[in-house]
């Protein structure tokens, strides 16, 4: 079956310093991989997406995500952050053919000024 | 645009009753989802549906129906409300499948006391 790790629970990192996000899935075949971000209050609006292709992803907010095959890993970075990213994000994987995302856990952003 | 809404944004519920979250998307999406989000525990799918007429179940389903007469709307029922169904509840639709991106509500906070 497939699943998400996110291993760090809370990450806090200062403004205008560099952010890398951790996930590792387990999935038999070629993983669909998202990142989602929730801002509090609000629903999830994807970050970005990898499906197949270049293995560096780049998406909204000046976010992109590696795929690593041989590690199992899709991280998420920025090498800025801003305090306007103090969100939860969460990586998903999907089997190819039907939109049934299997969530990791979560990992809640703090921004220290 | 809407986008995805759903109503209410927060209820209090006794054991034993039962209510209707109702979300309804403006983007003609053939696609639609409803999710349970525990705190750390990501989301899990509670159903889903392919288009009018058509529904079925995800993860955890117990506990719930749900219903698609229209492509617009997808409401999520509870029957007989359980302590075990206090969670925040999202819905959110895609155009299709896996390879288009799926736009989230804001929620509903449920609280069965």
């Known amino acids: 079956a497939q699943s998400v790790t996110q291993p760090d629970i809370h990450i806090t990192v200062s403004e205008g310093a560099s952010l890398e996000l951790r996930c590792n899935y387990s999935?038999?075949?070629?993983?669909?991989l998202f990142w989602y971000v929730q801002s509090p209050g609000q629903g999830l609006q994807l970050l970005l997406k990898?499906?197949?292709?270049?293995?560096l992803v780049q998406g909204i907010k000046g976010f992109e995500a590696e795929f690593k095959r041989s590690q199992s890993s899709f991280n998420l970075r920025k090498p800025s952050v801003h305090w306007s990213d103090a969100a939860e994000y969460f990586c998903?994987?999907?089997?190819?053919?039907?939109?049934?995302?299997?969530f990791g856990t979560g990992t809640r952003l703090l921004v220290s000024p | 645009n809407a986008g995805v809404t759903q109503t209410p944004k927060f209820r209090i519920l006794k054991i034993g009753q039962s209510m209707t979250l109702q979300c309804a998307q403006d983007?003609?999406?053939?696609?639609m989802y409803w999710y349970r989000q525990d705190p750390g525990m990501g989301l899990k799918l509670i159903y889903y549906?392919?288009?009018?007429?058509?529904?079925d179940k995800g993860e955890v389903p117990n506990g719930y129906n749900v219903s698609r007469s229209t492509t617009e709307d997808f409401p999520l029922r509870l029957e007989l409300a359980a302590p075990s169904q206090t969670s925040v509840y999202f819905c959110?639709?895609?155009?299709?499948?896996?390879?288009?991106?799926?736009?989230f509500g804001q929620g509903t906070r449920l609280t069965v006391v």
């Open positions: 990898y499906f197949s292709g270049d293995t």
């Open positions: 549906s392919v288009g009018a007429g058509i529904t």
């Open positions: 999935y038999g075949a070629t993983p669909y």
């Open positions: 959110a639709s895609s155009y299709s499948g896996l390879n288009t991106e799926a736009f």
């Open positions: 998903a994987v999907g089997p190819t053919g039907f939109q049934k995302l299997v």
């Open positions: 983007m003609n999406h053939n696609y």
